[in-house]
Nanobody
Framework: VQLQASGGGLVQAGGSLRLSCAIS????????MGWFRQAPGMEREFVGR????????VYADSVKGRFTIFRDNAKKTVHLQMNSLKPGDTAVYYC?????????????????WGQGTQVTVSS
């Protein structure tokens, strides 16, 4: 099983980044996909989730209206489009796969995790 996250980097406040996560080793269509983030000294925080078919998304209030998750099941990829970035968005971002049928913000309900990609937003 592999979840390979990419696309992180350094961006100024107000800018945009698109994170990607490439999946292999399990049946991608059977899993909802989530994005989490973790800033230094903080707990891992839910960012958003997309259902297995892509028809349903859920976002944390802190990113709603600025971040968008979408997936391509044919290419086995999931993306996090981040707009209007703020310094408070600075963190390591992780993609994760969940077989849990209901939307969940609980990290323990995600079965597989990527290695994380650093996003730094300067003021």
């Amino acid at each position: 099983v592999q979840l390979q996250a990419s696309g992180g980097g350094l961006v100024q406040a107000g800018g945009s980044l698109r994170l990607s996560c490439a999946i292999s080793g399990f049946t991608f269509d059977d899993y909802a996909m989530g994005w989490f983030r973790q800033a230094p000294g903080m707990e891992r925080e839910f960012v958003g989730r997309i259902s297995w078919g892509g028809g349903s998304t859920v976002y944390a209030d802190s990113v709603k209206g600025r971040f968008t998750i979408f997936r391509d099941n044919a290419k086995k990829t999931v993306h996090l489009q981040m707009n209007s970035l703020k310094p408070g968005d600075t963190a390591v971002y992780y993609c994760a796969a969940s077989s849990y049928s209901q939307p969940t913000v609980v990290p323990g309900r995600y079965d597989y995790w990527g290695q994380g990609t650093q996003v730094t937003v300067s003021s």
